[in-house]
């Protein structure tokens, strides 16, 4: 089974059926004294210094490896509101810490994507009237309809 991982509160397409715990996971990592020598040298000219770039990588996919066991060990399908945070543990050593919410979820039944197709109205003499004959005030194309789905950014 695949943990899945989202930075949102939600999984899109899933519902969330249980909240499990918050999961974490970090690493400390040191620099090595050789790639801190050239990352020094590369400093004075300026451009990414890859050794550090590198090791930020694989510092990442540590921390999120180890909170992914830890969300399985709970049975989790998804972790949610992935976060990371990073901190100096001594001269030359820094943790990354990575941590969410471990949840259970299932999929949501697809949604038909073919919405019914409103007609124009026809006038009476059978051709389609795409003219707004009304006299009354005009409507304002500002104004929402209340027929229209609403976003909701909490699943």
Do not use: W
């Not at 919410?101 to 197709?117: D, E, F, G, H, N």
């Amino acid at each position: 089974m695949t943990v899945q991982l989202s930075n949102l509160e939600h999984l899109p397409n899933y519902q969330i059926t249980e909240r499990l715990d918050v999961v974490y996971g970090s690493t400390v990592r040191s620099k090595h004294v050789g790639k801190d020598l050239f990352a020094g040298l590369k400093n004075i000219v300026g451009g990414e210094l890859t050794a550090y770039t590198e090791l930020l990588e694989e510092s990442r996919q540590e921390a999120i490896d180890r909170m992914v066991v830890k969300a399985e060990a709970l049975g989790a399908d998804a972790i949610v509101g992935l976060r990371f945070s990073t901190s100096s543990i001594a001269q030359g050593a820094s943790e990354l810490f990575v941590y969410g919410t471990a949840v259970k979820a299932v999929p949501m039944p697809q949604q038909s994507m073919s919405a019914p197709q409103s007609q124009p109205p026809s006038n009476s003499s059978g051709h389609t009237d795409f003219h707004n004959h009304n006299d009354a005030a005009p409507q304002n194309p500002n104004a929402a309809s209340d027929d229209l789905p609403r976003f909701n950014p909490f699943g």
